[in-house]
């Protein structure tokens, strides 16, 4: 799937969930995009930012749980996790990251997983054997 549909899905994905939870006036605030949602959302709760994401690759929810578990040993799903022996950063604490907002780093940490493993699941079993994907 191209780069820009996976990003118009997820985006309207994300943001149907989004009006979902939202309150009523949340939901219809003129002032706040579509964008300035999501991204609040990532921020807010990292982990239901990227179950939602993952949906864009047609990954099911076996591969969110491979997913939680490699973010989880990377860096907690913590946006700031900062490996003082490498250059990696961030939730999937990829090398060179410099985004510093969570929806960024979740976002290039699922292309990254997708041209490189696949799926999380495949990334996953590669972490178990040699403690890095």
């Known amino acids: 799937m191209q780069k820009q549909n996976k990003q118009k899905i997820l985006l309207t994905t994300v943001t149907g969930l989004l009006l979902v939870l939202a309150s009523p006036a949340e939901a219809n605030a003129p002032h706040i995009s579509k964008e300035e949602k999501v991204a609040h959302l990532a921020l807010q709760n990292p982990k239901k930012y990227a179950q939602i994401a993952i949906k864009a690759y047609n990954w099911n929810t076996n591969q969110f749980v491979c997913l939680s578990q490699l973010w989880g040993k990377e860096s907690a ?3 700031k996790a900062d490996n003082p022996t490498s250059s990696a950063y961030g939730i999937a604490q ?12 979740i976002d290039n940490g699922l292309r ?12 996953w079993k590669k972490w178990q054997r040699q403690r890095w994907y």
């Open 77 to 79: 799903w913590n946006y």
């Open 94 to 105: 990829m090398l060179g990251e410099k985004a510093k907002h969570p929806k960024k780093q």
């Open 112 to 123: 990254y997983i997708e041209h490189r493993y696949g799926d999380p699941c495949t990334a």
